[in-house]
């Protein structure tokens, strides 16, 4: 599945390592998936996830929660750019989502640490689709 809910990972799965692994192995697209918390329903306003991806040297992040959509206040790309979700899904990410990886990395670790939206990451309001 390309977005999972944190309860439903395995508990022996690193998953910050095995995207890390996936990441250095050289991605040929630009990867998404979704990490999501709170109630399992996604219609649910009170759920949050976390988007994240990677391509190589950089990755992607974005913080949803309920009709509002966040991205990093130094995110670098100022035009919209295409990831794919699951690898397959074309997926529009807005202007400045993009960070380096090992930010990825650590948004994600926080994530699952803690539900919340990572404090690791100044977040801004992403611009409307």
């Known amino acids: 599945m390309s977005i999972q809910h944190v309860t439903d990972l395995p508990a022996d799965v690193d998953l910050v390592a095995e995207v890390r692994a996936f990441n250095d ?4 697209v630009p990867w998404l998936w979704g990490l999501s918390a709170g109630p399992k329903d996604p219609l649910s306003l009170d759920q949050v996830t976390l988007m994240f991806g990677v391509d190589n040297d950089s990755g992607t992040l974005e913080w ?3 009709t509002d959509t966040f991205v990093p206040a130094d ?11 699951g690898g397959m899904y074309d997926t529009p990410v807005p202007p400045f ?5 090992d930010t ?8 699952l640490r803690t539900g919340s939206r990572p404090a690791c990451v100044t977040w ?4 409307a689709l």
């Not at 989502?97 to 990886?101: D, I, R």
């Not at 990825?104 to 994530?111: G, K, L, M």
């Open 25 to 28: 192995a050289g991605v040929e």
């Open 75 to 85: 995110g670098t790309n100022p035009e919209w750019t295409t990831h794919y979700l």
């Open 97 to 101: 989502a993009t960070v380096p990886t």
């Open 104 to 111: 990825v990395y650590a948004a994600v670790a926080e994530f």
């Open 124 to 127: 801004m309001a992403a611009a």
């Open 64 to 66: 949803l929660t309920g």
